[in-house]
């Protein structure tokens, strides 16, 4: 396995392989889970290279603190890596990434203003340029997503389309814990009570599929919020049914609808996202 730091040292790795190789890329920001290791493996089966990036990138972070605690291990990362079987690692330093200060920015109506983007503000347009700037530095055929970033998934996908034609994004399947827990690098910051009660936003991902058969969309949501407040612990940001292709919230359930249920929470200073598609 490779392992670049530069853009010029990638770059070095890319004009020596034969053009026709196709390369998959996975981008991640490290502190890597069998989540991430499952797009590795999809990137694997369908392309002749696997290019992963690790890269905690600060523009996409609204919260300072949630930056300062986001864990890092490239140690464990790269073994993760080499097992898995990855051929080129991407690892650079901020400068190389931003070499000179942003400017650019995206906006996706409709797709940027509701939920993660209504609570995290400036969060997805931090995710658009990074990973436009990745795409233009690792220049892969197709990239993988997992979907538990549900709406990331999308506006890349978006983004990708306008700017990158060439690119085809893949949206992967969540992957849980034996427990139902989405996998994702901060439940690491979990205590061992806030780890026990954490699966309970899957089980009730999981109920408003059933409760959607007598109620309105608005109806499950105000009964999920309060099924997770309940616990004690967690504290809703915020429980929606939406469109899966808008994620505009729907009002009625009607034939070929796809709904999706989404949810953000707070567990002690941990803020957790889950969703689950109900069609
Ligand atoms: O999902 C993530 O880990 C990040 O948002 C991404 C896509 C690597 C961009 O920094």
Redesign the pocket.
């Known amino acids: 396995m490779k392992v670049t730091r530069t853009v010029s040292d990638y770059e070095k790795w890319f004009q020596n392989k034969s053009a026709e190789a196709s390369v998959g890329f996975v981008?991640?920001?490290g502190f890597l889970h069998r989540g991430h290791i499952s797009l590795i493996e999809a990137s694997k089966a369908e392309n002749d290279f696997t290019v992963c990036?690790i890269?905690?990138?600060p523009i996409?972070f609204n919260n300072p603190e949630d930056l300062k605690n986001y864990p890092r291990n490239e140690v464990a990362d790269l073994e993760m890596l080499e097992k898995a079987g990855c051929d080129v690692v991407f690892i650079p330093p901020y400068k190389e990434v931003y070499p000179k200060p942003v400017t650019i920015s995206f906006a996706f109506p409709g797709l940027d203003d509701v939920m993660e983007g209504e609570h995290r503000p400036g969060h997805f347009n931090?995710?658009a340029v990074?990973?436009s700037r990745?795409f233009e530095i690792i220049r892969p055929n197709l990239a993988y997503?997992?979907k538990k970033?549900y709406q990331?998934w999308m506006i890349?996908d978006n983004m990708t389309h306008l700017k990158f034609p060439g690119i085809t994004i893949k949206g992967m399947p969540i992957v849980r814990e034996e427990d139902g827990l989405a996998m994702s690098?901060r439940n690491a910051r979990l205590s061992k009570e806030e780890r026990e009660i954490a699966p309970l936003l899957y089980e009730v991902l999981k109920r408003s599929r059933d409760l959607l058969v007598d109620f309105s969309p608005a109806e499950v949501c105000n009964h999920c919020k309060k099924m997770i407040n309940n616990s004690g612990m967690l504290r809703t940001e915020y429980f929606t049914i939406a469109d899966a292709h808008t994620l505009v919230p729907i009002e009625k359930i009607t034939a070929n609808q796809k709904p999706v249920a989404f949810v953000a929470a707070w567990l002690g200073n941990v803020r957790l996202i889950d969703n689950l598609e109900l069609f």
Do not use: A, K, R, W
């Open positions: 981008p991640t920001m990036s890269f905690v990138n996409q931090g995710v990074v990973v990745l997503f997992g970033d990331q890349i690098s």
